[in-house]
């Protein structure tokens, strides 16, 4: 991950980054050259679990995101089966899935709701693949009308989110633990979208030509990722 890519990552400024460096409260990094310094994804999101913030004495932490729900509960279990942190922007991805679902007249949420989410939460690192591999999103959302046809009449009560949605999150699960990263990203289930390959979602990917392949080498320019190693 490159002084650029942090900038992205955390929604700052290039310049406040170097602040952050001169002042020596960062994340670890490796310097290269003046001007070429790299990080880790997982140093980086460990520097922001050190940043959390407790408002009261056995309080919620702060930045702690009330999801809808199943998505809430799926999450629970997910992290209890892989043990993986689940990071705010993946978080928000299915919130927002699971909202823009109901919104649009849907009972489940699908795997185009998923794509929607990563292409909606600002800054998250799958958009950032996306817009990198040229996917446009307004283009998305045009292909999302066409295919699933949203009434705009809005569900009574809260819509679920499907069976395609677990399999891309069993699917963001193995490559987690193919890149032996620590948490499940955005960019872990975009990537679970194309490998699990159900639902609109993967449709709309294959239609603009983003394939598993892309993804994956695009991913793996902007963060550390690590094969397993063999035993």
Known sequence: MSIEDLAVY????????????????????????????????????????S????????????????????????????????????MPRAKAVLQFAQEKAGKDGFELAGTEHILLGILSVKECMGSTVLNNLGVNPSKCNQ???????????????????????????????SQAAEWRHTYIGSEHLLIGILLAGVGNGFEILTALDVTSEKVLEETAKLIVCKPQMER
């Open 51 to 86: 940043k959390k913030v407790f408002p009261v004495s056995g309080g919620k932490q702060m930045n702690e995101l009330k999801l809808i729900g199943d998505a809430k509960e799926m999450i629970k279990d997910s992290v209890r089966r892989g043990k993986l942190r689940w």
């Open 143 to 173: 292909m999302y009308s066409k295919l699933c046809h949203p009434s705009g009449e809005k569900v009574t009560g809260k819509a679920k989110l499907s069976d395609d949605i677990n399999k891309v999150i069993n699917c963001a699960y």
């Open 10 to 49: 955390l929604g700052d400024s290039k310049r406040t980054i170097y602040k952050y460096i001169a002042g020596g409260d960062c994340p670890p990094y490796i310097r290269i050259s003046a001007k070429n310094i790299k990080f880790d994804r997982a140093d980086v999101d460990n520097w922001l679990e």
